[in-house]
């Protein structure tokens, strides 16, 4: 029954995530082939909401544990937010010079991405203890899981959205 419902919510949440991610796709095949911040910011803005309404429908918490937890909950949105600037900052790069990025752009934005992969994981890392300091160890690792399934999820949605890097340069 579990896994029926979490089932339900990530394809709930699919279905939420494509709303954004079409409206960053048209707006990065308008006229002018640009994703705006303010564009950015709302998508991120309604990821954010989503994801927190996925991890309070996912993750059962005692009133107890819910008023300790959901402060953390907000900080550590808070970082990974500033974590993922650099990541919509390397989206938006590509999107407005698509077709006309040079070898060392494309390799740029590529180590910049990577660098995000990375200082995401070492905040979760720096955030298991302060988590577990709040609750027990299975619903830590409940957190997180279902943090990184909602990561997967927005991840595989924004990537979808985006073509693939082609050499557009004869050879």
Known sequence: MKSKTMLAIVMAGVCLMSVPAARAQAAASSDNQT???????????DLRSQK?????AN??????????????YDQYVAEL???????YAAVKEYANNYGTLTDPQALDLT???LAVD???AQLRMKYVPIVNGVLPGVK?????QIDRRLTMLIDIQLA???PLIQNQQPQ
Do not use: G
């Open 35 to 45: 994703i705006s911040d303010q564009d950015i910011q709302l998508l991120r803005q």
């Open 52 to 56: 927190k309404q996925l991890v309070a």
């Open 59 to 72: 993750l059962k918490l005692t009133d107890t544990e819910a008023t300790k937890f959901w402060p953390i």
């Open 81 to 87: 937010t500033k974590v993922n600037n650099d990541k």
């Open 111 to 113: 180590k910049r991405l």
């Open 118 to 120: 990375n200082a995401v």
């Open 140 to 144: 830590t690792a409940t957190f997180f």
């Open 160 to 162: 979808s959205s985006l």
